[in-house]
């Protein structure tokens, strides 16, 4: 037995078995001294929904912090379970409520892997090119919501929204919703682009870049936001494999790993574009991961709007109503905007799944909160949990 | 670009030759997705788990997603054929012969190599039967990712994972009784009605 090993199962024997009710640790410090209790949230706006976190301090330093879940908790998974396997696409826009495409995207995947459902050429492309949108928009307005954490008023966050409308129309005129699309369907997609709209995102595309670097030009040497961020909220690389960490939050501590790559799922690996990679893993580098990956989204786009084929969006042999896969299971994942977004779905040859699983992203993100936050002020927990990009529909799912 | 895939049995093969006495069980999966799991003995899968983080080949070094699973008892039928006396000669019938297979809870981690970029691997961990207290080793100390997956399952399925630094319900509140995601929670028809759900003004 390894040393290793031998250290593991000495924890082991000194932990209590947990009944679910762990006594808190009293609010004093080595020496006796009383330490300040903080329950920040769930109805604070820097908390970016109803999550709270119960932070205890030493003076300025937070010692300890405890994230609070389930203010939002509707039991998704079970519900889906509860329904076809059709039924649970338009539960799944309400996880990230600001990605829905993607959370369709994750979703069919899964079941396309589950019951063997192609998807044609022409719908993978269409899926690409809204999957980038959706993370165009979704970085646009972190970083808007970052720099309102930071103090610098509503003016980022504007510029954010002004862009995000424009990709919001864009969905609107393709699946009739701006924010829950209901679009993609496992073996393609519900409807089909037209030509104009292509043209629409093509112009949208070419304008992007000038509006990434009036936005970057006005932040990146800003010095509200190089003081609040630099050497804020490191996450070594180590620990960010560890905790389970993904997407731009795993890529700013220079761990390079995108599912776009590893799994080349869709037609990703026909595309020409790069990762970014951080050095620092701090605020700052997860800040740059955003905006260097809208650049990267736009190439992608670039060559989707160009390469796209004319043909079919559904596959002829998919079923979508009473779909009955037989008895197995699939996992399927995507990089979403927020991260690593997978699901589990275990099928027992009935019309619904007999387990549906949605792995969030936010959540596990949020699983090294404590240890980033540990000698910060509280002013940085707002900073370090803004760069996180949670959405707590999906937190609490 | 991409990795060989690694099959289950070579997984289960270099478990068993690297844990000594640890019983590694493959799990065939129908579906066309083709992930096989392989399932766990609780002794040895906190050292197997290390052991597949830690093996220069496999280094499985990323939890991707750790999740429950609620089997309930069922009956598993099958037809065999038995020699039996009909109007004093010995004929052979065919009879369904019913086996009860009791339930159990299971715990489904999927594991992924940033290092080598191959996966998934899949593993699980069953326990006995599916009563109240039902206990399984915990892997939060291999991967830290399973932390607030493993308080999940424990909330949702009631599965008690030893050695979990921290093992409280994450979406429940503290004083709720029951386990929702079991697949005979009977939900109350009035939220009033929710243990331990004492609503203090309005």
């Known amino acids: 037995m390894s040393p290793e090993t031998a250290n593991l199962e000495e924890i082991v024997a000194q932990v209590p078995p947990a009944r679910g009710v762990v006594e808190p640790l009293p609010p004093v410090n080595a020496e006796g001294e009383q330490l300040l209790e903080i329950s920040m949230g769930p109805h604070h706006p820097s908390t970016h929904g109803v999550f709270r976190m119960n932070v205890v ?269 037989k008895a197995g299971e699939a996992y399927g994942r995507i990089e979403s905007p927020k991260g690593e977004l997978g699901f589990y ?29 540990l000698g910060r002020g509280v002013a940085d927990v707002v900073v370090i949990l803004g760069s996180v990009d949670i959405v707590l529909g999906e937190v609490d799912r | ?51 597949l983080r830690d093996d220069p080949t496999l280094r499985l070094d990323y939890c991707s997603n750790a999740t429950g699973v609620d089997w309930l008892d069922s009956e598993l039928s099958e037809k065999v054929k038995v020699k039996k006396l009909v109007d004093g000669a010995e004929t052979e019938v065919e009879e369904v012969r019913k086996t009860k297979v009791p339930g159990y809870l299971e715990a489904v981690y999927h594991l992924y190599s940033v290092e080598k970029k191959h996966g998934p691997v899949i593993v699980r961990m069953r326990t006995g039967d599916r009563k109240e207290d039902v206990h399984l080793p915990s892997l939060t100390g291999v991967w830290r990712s399973a932390e607030f997956q493993e308080r999940e399952i424990f909330d949702l399925y009631g599965v008690i994972f030893d050695g979990h630094p921290d093992l409280r319900r994450l979406l429940m509140w503290d004083e709720f009784k029951d386990y929702p995601m079991r697949k005979d929670y009977v939900p109350p028809a009035d939220d009033d009605d929710l243990v331990g759900a004492e609503r203090s003004g309005g």
């Open chain 1, 57 to 325: 301090l030493e003076g300025e330093q937070v010692v300890r912090l405890k994230p609070v879940f389930g203010y939002l908790h509707r039991n998704h998974e079970k519900i889906a379970e509860n329904a076809a396997y059709l039924a649970a696409i338009p539960y799944t826009d309400r996880l990230d409520y600001l990605c829905s495409m993607t959370n369709n995207w994750g979703y069919a995947l899964a079941v396309e892997k589950l019951a063997g459902i192609g998807v044609p050429e022409r719908a993978e492309y269409i899926r690409v090119i809204v999957a980038e949108l959706t993370r165009l928009q979704n970085h646009a307005s972190l970083i808007g919501f970052l720099m309102q954490d930071m103090g610098m008023s509503g003016t980022p966050l504007m510029y954010a929204f002004r862009e995000r409308e424009k990709i919001l129309d864009l969905f609107e005129s393709l699946s009739g919703a701006r924010m829950m699309c209901n679009y993609m369907r496992f073996g393609g997609v519900r409807v089909d682009t037209s030509a104009e709209w292509l043209r629409q995102v093509r112009e949208l595309n070419g304008e992007f870049p000038r509006f990434l670097d009036e936005f970057e030009s006005l932040l990146a040497g800003n010095e509200i936001l190089m003081g609040r961020a630099q050497g804020v909220g490191v996450l070594s690389p180590e620990l960010a494999v560890s905790s389970g960490a993904s997407g731009p939050m795993l890529r700013a501590s220079g761990v390079n790993y995108d599912v776009r790559k590893v799994d080349g799922y869709g037609v990703y690996d026909r595309f020409s574009f790069r990762v970014p990679l951080g050095d620092h893993g701090d605020v700052y580098d997860r800040y740059m991961m955003r905006v260097l990956e809208m650049r990267e989204s736009v190439k992608i786009l670039e060559q989707a709007v160009r390469d796209i084929p004319a043909g079919p969006i559904m596959d002829p042999k998919a079923r979508l109503r009473g779909l009955r896969p």
């Open chain 1, 345 to 373: 779905l275990i099928s027992d040859g009935t019309g619904n799944p007999y387990r549906y699983r949605v792995r969030p992203p936010s959540l596990i993100n949020l699983t090294v909160l404590e240890d980033m936050c």
């Open chain 2, 1 to 51: 670009m991409r990795a060989e895939p690694i099959t289950a049995e070579q997984v289960k093969a270099a478990i068993e030759a690297a844990v000594p006495g640890c019983r590694v069980q493959v799990l065939a999966n129908a579906s066309p997705s083709g992930q096989h799991s392989l399932i766990l003995d609780h002794e040895h899968a906190a050292e197997a788990a290390r052991f």
